[in-house]
């Protein structure tokens, strides 16, 4: 396509990749120059692209970092570094030096004038940064106005650029550097752990084949491929992670699993929890995004409903006995079991978990990560739970039928038990526990209440809309005459900028939530089915997995076909 001349840099990028029309470019261009404004804050004021739409372009066009400005403190950025009239003018701020570099914010990496200007004034390397350009200006305007105050420079674990490796047996993790200028793998890892958080991902996966390498982010539940790097820096990417993730890096033929921390300011750190796996063409990794903020939303933030959170903050609360969450891998049981242990955390309550892997670390709670080949089994730890005065008991999961038994006698004297299996829904906990070789009358003594529950994608709020729902399939999905009333109206995905095109943004919880009552003791006595407790429950009012989904559907918060995947009956 032939390039009007009167464009260049981002500009001629944006019409190059599709984004912009050549002629939108050159009218855009011009209103810039008229109104004496960098070409960028002209396409924005245009709405032919946001802020953010730019930032993600300049930054992997341009293969610079992406920074979200809201995530900085302004009291930690260096101070008289640059002139205000510079950064006014060139539209550019400094973020922090770090040696002989100082690294600058800035929305449109191809204006080198800016950066050979800030280089010529300050005798330092300097690193461009993508930012949104709105932010850009809010930040230029605080730097002016603080101009005069008392700020710090920026310490070294400040931002993103920290990450601290993973714990180690019997010694705290040493911290390292993630210095942007090791090498390009080093900055392009950067990049793509930061757009991943700020994508709200729960999981990244680095994946070798035989003729390419792919990179995919798990948001609200949905594999979403990010980047494909050169074939021949898989081993460079993996040897990185491997190293900050404290694994050994010569060791290739067999799975190995880490941990790391990033530090995005000092008041921010996101762990993940690393693991690979060999595979014909290398060795895959996958990356646990952990976000310690997830288990101090509260309960009102998961999605359970009154009567649900009712009953669930009743049985926590409780002197002893044992709740249980269950689900599939994903359904959020780690998130919900935090949140309950949040909410008991207090200086008089004793809380010990014993977790494979611990993943949220919460203050005040002693926290024990298995490790099978040092024989800290989950039955060891919680034998030496026992010994140690706890008041609540968490167990990551119980797998055998040594750790079940220990985790019901220690709920029949006394304690609090919180833990989990993988079952379809809270009725069938029972019939697994019993076919695990558990003791009817121990079940019936100790258990008082399950939860089962699955996570379904949040539609977004900014663009979805009413959809028209035969009767017929409202009727086979579940909902009664009754519930057509006509009060309510059945929402579906449109897809928009806020949601990246797919419709749903975040995710909310389903539940069942069901205490374990006197019949329901009397049916597992008799070593009834899970259908006979599912009966039992239903009869009690408790809503199953499908009806919760429902009622999510009559509020407008998810749409039906979501309801329909993720409950699955």
């Known amino acids: ?141 605080k730097l002016i106005e603080a101009s005069g105050g008392n700020m710090k420079d920026l310490a070294v674990d400040q931002d993103e650029l920290e990450l601290a490796g993973g714990e180690q047996e019997e010694t705290q993790p040493e911290v390292a550097t993630l210095d942007v200028d090791d090498a390009p793998v080093v900055k392009y890892i950067q990049k793509i752990l930061l757009d991943a958080i700020n994508s709200g991902a729960s999981d990244l996966h680095f994946e070798p084949y035989e003729k390419f390498y792919r990179i995919r982010i798990r948001i609200d539940g949905v594999l979403r491929e990010i980047a494909q790097p050169p074939l ?8 990185r992670i491997k190293v900050i993730s404290k694994l050994d890096i010569s060791e290739k033929r067999i799975p190995q699993d880490g941990r790391m921390k990033l530090v995005l300011s000092k008041n921010r750190a996101i762990d993940f929890r690393v693991s690979t796996l060999p595979t014909l063409f290398g060795e895959k990794i996958c990356m646990r995004i952990l976000d310690p903020s997830s288990a101090t939303l509260g309960i009102d933030a998961l999605g359970y409903e009154p009567e649900q959170r009712a009953a669930l903050l009743e049985a926590i609360h409780r002197p002893y006995g044992m709740v249980l969450v269950t689900g599939p891998t994903g359904s959020g049981k780690t998130v919900s079991l935090y949140t ?151 929402y579906g995905p449109v897809g928009c900028d806020v949601c990246k095109g797919s419709g749903y943004k975040g995710r909310v919880g389903i539940y069942q939530v069901m205490p374990i009552s006197d019949e329901m003791q009397r049916i597992i006595m008799r070593q009834g089915t899970s259908l006979d407790i599912a009966d039992q429950a239903r009869r009690e009012g408790v809503r199953d997995l499908r009806q919760s989904g429902l009622l999510k559907v009559k509020q407008g918060l998810t749409s039906l076909t979501e309801v329909e995947a993720v409950t699955n009956e």
Request: hydrophobic fraction near 45%; aromatic fraction near 4%; include cysteine.
């Open 1 to 141: 396509m032939a390039q009007a001349p009167s464009i260049s840099g981002i500009a001629r990028a944006l019409v190059q990749q599709g984004k912009l029309l050549d002629a939108d470019a050159e009218a855009i261009q011009a209103q810039a120059q008229s109104s004496n404004v960098g070409f960028i804050q002209a396409l924005i004021s245009s709405k032919k692209l946001n802020g953010l739409q730019v930032a993600e372009f300049a930054a992997n066009t341009f293969g610079y970092p992406m920074f979200d400005l809201a995530q900085i403190d302004t009291a930690y950025i260096p101070q008289g570094v640059l002139d205000p009239k510079l950064m006014q003018s060139r539209r550019i701020a400094p973020l922090f030096k770090r040696g002989t570099k100082l690294f600058v914010a800035t929305a449109d990496p191809t204006n080198l004038q800016a950066l050979e200007d800030a280089k010529f004034q300050t005798g330092m390397m300097i690193e461009p940064i993508v930012v949104e350009d709105p932010k850009l200006g809010q930040l230029i305007e």
């Open 340 to 490: 309950c242990l949040n909410i008991l955390n207090e200086p008089g309550i004793n809380i010990s978990t014993a977790e494979d892997p611990a993943e949220i670390n919460l203050p005040g709670i002693n926290q024990v990560n298995v490790n099978d080949k040092a024989g800290l089994t989950f039955s060891a730890a919680l034998k030496s739970f026992l010994r140690q005065d706890p008041d609540i008991i968490m167990v990551g999961e119980i797998r055998d039928l040594e750790t079940a038994d220990i985790a019901i006698k220690a709920a029949q004297t006394g304690h609090m038990v919180f833990s989990t299996l993988h079952t379809n829904d809270a009725p069938a906990t029972l019939s697994r526990m019993l076919n695990m070789g558990i003791a009817p009358f121990n079940i019936a003594s100790s258990v008082i209440l399950i939860t089962g529950q699955r996570l379904a994608r949040r539609l977004c709020s900014n663009c979805k809309k009413p959809v028209d729902v035969p009767v017929e399939a409202l009727l086979a999905a579940g909902f009664s005459e009754a519930d057509l009333d006509g009060s309510w109206q059945p």
């Open 232 to 239: 021949a820096i898989k081993e460079k990417i993996a040897s």
